[in-house]
């Protein structure tokens, strides 16, 4: 029964299966539309489609290890194995973009790694203190989720390289996409889909009262603070010039820093 309860949280829920869907969900709500379908078997012979698909199977890990309804309690070690796939997910399609040799294309690959390293090893330490008291809403445990959850909501578009923080483009618009057949292209944006999706579904899971009720009731919390975080994340979204490198990162660290630094404060002082 166990080995059952593992394969079925690994690969339908919260796993890879929920992983998918939140990606659907996800370039649905922020962009309008899905990603393509037609052709994605095909770009799984070139080292691309290879790491994108590797990239969907570990969002879909990081995304198992996560409390979700209705096993919502406390968090546990488990954020380390979510941070670890979730991690694994978003550096593994770059590694083709910086073994490339084109300049342009490193680069961007250099960018987005650089960026999005610094935001989610932020972002993580605000979900770990989260998860820390998970199942806990007292008077006590309030600030330390309340600051958690807002320095989550500051770091999450640096995390995913959204908004001023997206990849670098160049003349082309093609960044680290440069050069690569459509079915590649196809594959690594519903990658890029999947983990922000994903992402954004082990942010609203560690950072809301999933666990304070029934497990029906903890998933419709979720599922609303996936659709209004995602609708945000729509309206910001093409509104912001993209950031150089330095002010990306400067700002990352002064968004999000010392709000982590105070969330892990107040759950030192709630315990």
Do not use: K, N
Not at 36 to 65: D, Q, V
Not at 88 to 104: I, Q
């Amino acid at each position: 029964m166990d080995l059952l309860s593992t394969l079925t949280a690994t690969l339908l829920y919260p796993g890879l299966l929920t992983a998918v869907v939140l990606g659907l969900a996800f370039a649905a709500i922020t962009r309008g539309w899905l990603p393509a379908g037609p052709g994605l078997a095909g770009a799984l012979g070139s080292r691309e489609g290879l790491c994108a698909a590797g990239a969907i199977l570990f969002a879909g890990l990081g995304l198992s290890a996560l409390p979700w309804p209705p096993r919502a309690g406390g968090g546990g070690a488990g954020w380390l194995w979510a941070w670890a796939g979730f991690e694994a997910a978003f550096l593994l399609p770059l590694a083709p973009a910086l073994l490339s040799g084109a300049p342009r294309v490193v680069r961007a690959a250099i960018r987005e790694a650089q960026i999005g390293a610094l935001a989610r090893a932020l972002l993580w330490g605000a979900l770990a203190v989260a998860l820390a008291r998970h199942a806990d809403w007292s008077l006590a445990a309030l600030p330390a989720h309340l600051l958690a959850g807002a320095a989550a909501l500051a770091l999450f578009p640096a995390a995913i390289g959204w908004g001023p923080f997206a990849e670098e483009r160049g003349v082309t618009g093609d960044g680290t996409m440069a050069g690569l057949a459509p079915p590649a292209r196809a594959l690594l944006a519903l990658a890029a889909d999947v983990r922000g999706g994903a992402l954004l579904g082990a942010v609203a899971v560690a950072v809301l009262p999933v666990g304070a009720g029934a497990a029906w009731l903890g998933l419709a919390v979720a599922a609303g603070g996936f659709l209004v975080a995602a609708l945000l994340l729509r309206r910001l979204g093409g509104r912001l010039p993209r950031l150089p490198l330095p002010a990306a990162v400067r700002l990352g660290l002064l968004a999000g820093a010392p709000l982590v630094a105070a969330a892990a404060l107040a759950l030192a002082l709630a315990q």
